[in-house]
C-alpha cells in the first residue's frame, strides 16, 4: 500500500519555473526521508535534492540557489520548487522514501514514485 505519487511536471522555457509535488500514502510521512531524483536521456539518475525527517536539507551543486525543497507532513506532500530552470534540468523527476533519518545515497531508498517529465526548451 505505500506509495509515492508524483506531479507538477511540464514543458518550460528556459528561467521558468515549475513546483513539482510528492504524495505519499501507506505510511506517516513525518518518519520518513524523502528525495528528489532525476534522470536525463542517456544519464544514469543522480540525486537533485532530499529533505529529512527532521527538515535537514540537501541539495545537489547543480540546483542549489535554484531549486527548494519543503514538506508538509499534515498534508503528506513534499514538494520541488524548481526556479530558473535550465535546459539541463530536462529530466524525469522522481521522489523516494527511507525510513532512515539522514539523506541517503540512492540505493537506500525503499520506495519510488512513477516520475514526472520535466522539460525545459526555447
Known amino acids: 500500500q505505500v506509495q509515492l505519487a508524483e506531479s507538477g511536471g511540464g514543458s518550460v522555457q528556459p528561467g521558468g519555473s515549475l513546483r513539482l509535488s510528492c504524495a505519499v500514502s501507506?505510511?506517516?510521512?513525518?518518519?520518513?526521508?524523502i528525495g528528489w531524483f532525476r534522470q536525463a536521456p542517456g544519464k544514469e539518475r543522480e540525486g537533485v535534492s532530499c529533505?529529512?525527517?527532521?527538515?535537514?536539507?540537501t541539495y545537489s551543486d547543480s540546483v542549489k540557489g535554484r531549486f527548494t525543497i519543503s514538506r508538509d507532513n499534515a498534508k503528506n506532500t513534499v514538494y520541488l520548487q524548481m526556479n530558473n530552470l535550465k535546459p539541463e534540468d530536462t529530466a524525469d523527476y522522481y521522489c523516494?522514501?527511507?525510513?532512515?533519518?539522514?539523506?541517503?545515497?540512492?540505493?537506500?531508498?525503499?520506495?519510488w514514485g512513477q516520475g514526472t517529465q520535466v522539460t525545459v526548451s526555447s
Open positions: 529533505i529529512s525527517s527532521s527538515y535537514f536539507t
Open positions: 501507506g505510511f506517516t510521512l513525518a518518519r520518513y526521508t
Open positions: 523516494a522514501a527511507t525510513s532512515r533519518n539522514f539523506c541517503l545515497p540512492i540505493p537506500k531508498y525503499d520506495y
